[in-house]
């Protein structure tokens, strides 16, 4: 679909690749955009940028590749979280959103009670039980770091009216045994499915040697 002279990415559209393009447009027309892309690429930012936009709260869902230790690493919640939200951070910050006011967190709860925090960082260790509905974007990044049952963990408590996106790069799995990955399995596995659309960002935007990095493999 067209952005509308009033949305947040109107700016950028002129700047936005034919992917990045047809990426966008899935977040906003269907209920699961699936994103197989590169590092440097923008696909956090473009997802942060599109719940803002559609007034969304955001759930911001990582994997930490050490999770047998992540319940021994000291504080609470969002303490033993905190490191591995700096993408989410430095996308927010992107969209001239201060991090520190739109995060949900104990030091924030004033903005909590007058509404004006709408993200909500959360490990997929600590997401056993939870029921996600509503009017909510849930962003899995990483996701090529979730093992199947990591991923089906999270998959099976998305409600309907929820839109996900499921971020990744099938050429950068930091798995001990990158086999393990769920991620290209459920592409497979969802890509037909009527209210999924699966996409590519294939251009890295850091330059040159983070792109000829990225082309290594394993």
């Given amino acids: 679909m067209p952005l509308p002279k009033d949305c947040l990415l109107f700016g950028f559209a002129n700047k936005l690749t034919d992917e990045q393009k047809i990426y966008v447009d899935s ?8 994103v197989n892309a590169c590092a440097g ?26 999770e047998d ?5 000291p504080g ?3 303490e033993k979280e905190e490191k591995y939200t700096v993408p989410l951070k430095d996308a927010l910050l ?3 959103e201060d991090p520190t006011r739109a995060i949900v967190s104990q030091d924030n709860m004033q903005n909590v009670k007058n509404g004006t925090a709408w993200v909500y960082p959360m490990s997929h260790v600590f997401a056993r039980g939870t029921n996600i509905e509503g009017n909510k974007l849930v ?3 990483e996701a090529q770091n979730f093992t199947r049952g990591e991923l089906k963990k999270i998959l099976t408590r998305i409600h309907d009216e ?21 991620f290209v399995p459920y592409i497979e596995f969802l890509k037909d499915e009527d209210y999924v659309k699966v996409c590519n960002l294939t251009q890295n935007f850091r330059g040159k040697l983070a792109t000829k ?5 394993y």
Avoid: M, W
């Fill in 139 to 141: 962003v899995l990044d």
């Fill in 76 to 78: 609470d919640v969002f």
């Fill in 41 to 66: 690429s923008g696909k956090t930012t473009l997802a942060v940028a599109c719940a803002k936009f559609l007034k969304r709260d955001l759930i911001y869902i990582f994997s930490p590749v050490e």
């Fill in 213 to 217: 990095a990225d082309q290594l493999d």
């Fill in 162 to 182: 929820v839109k996900l996106v499921i971020i990744g790069h099938d050429k950068q799995c930091d798995l001990d045994n990158p086999k393990k990955s769920g």
């Fill in 94 to 96: 992107k969209i001239n």
């Fill in 27 to 34: 977040i906003f027309d269907n209920q699961v955009t699936i």
């Fill in 69 to 73: 230790v992540l319940g021994y690493t």
